[in-house]
T-cell receptor, first 116, second 111 residues
């Protein structure tokens, strides 16, 4: 079963618009970690954020912000005032405790296209 | 400080052949994981190595095997290549499961 769902395949915006990427996860563990990664055309996965299941505080880093809601099993990501350099594929990932600790389970990714 | 280094960056193999991909982890990291990313999909976990042993394995056939060396570097071997093995293979290193640093990957094309 898909543990991480990114329902949006592609989002196209014009520069300076805000864009929100949705991520819904599924786990029975009470201890887990959620991640967001950015994958530019070069292929390397660039780490953006790691959040543990006990910390629901929203986080802001520059133009990036994250909204973690355990009640809806969602960990959404917003880029404010998007720029062309934000064009990439963004992945949400889950790492569960217990036997699966250390294994990242990725969603299918959301392609973000920012045009000038 | 060098990040994760993977080699080669690209290679082309013929069906039935064998291939070895290499990964050098980030300095200070002792755990290496391998992922397969088919075109247009998210990375899929292949296996993880720690202390030179396979600690976890994803849903991949035995044709996929690996090794970790005392210096924490790792190899991924794929035998009897199939067309469906064409993908970007990513290596990630970590320490104590905290942060995962990915390399740029090896693009494998099987013809």
């Amino acid at each position: 079963a898909q543990k991480v769902t990114q329902a949006q395949t592609e989002i196209s915006v014009v520069e300076k618009e805000d864009v929100t990427l949705d991520c819904v996860y599924e786990t029975r563990d009470t201890t887990y970690y959620l991640f967001w990664y950015k994958q530019p055309p070069s292929g390397e996965l660039v780490f953006l954020i790691r959040r543990n299941s006990f910390d629901e505080q929203n986080e802001i880093s520059g133009r990036y912000s994250w909204n973690f809601q355990k009640s809806t099993s969602s960990f959404n990501f917003t880029i404010t005032a998007s720029q062309v350099v934000d064009s990439a594929v963004y992945f949400c990932a889950l790492s569960e405790a217990g036997d699966s600790w250390g294994k990242l389970q990725f969603g299918a990714g959301t392609q973000v296209v920012v045009t000038p | 400080d060098a990040g994760v280094t993977q080699s080669p960056t690209h290679l082309i193999k013929t069906r039935g052949q064998q291939v070895t991909l290499r990964c050098s982890p980030k300095s200070g990291h002792d755990t290496v994981s391998w992922y397969q990313q088919a075109l247009g999909q998210g990375p899929q976990f292949i296996f993880q190595y720690y202390e030179e042993e396979e600690r976890q394995r994803g849903n991949f056939p035995d044709r996929f095997s690996g090794h970790q060396f005392p210096n924490y570097s790792s190899e991924l071997n794929v035998n009897a290549l199939l067309l469906g093995d064409s993908a970007l293979y990513l290596c990630a290193s970590s320490s104590a499961g905290y942060g995962y640093t990915f390399g740029s990957g090896t693009r494998l094309t099987v013809v």
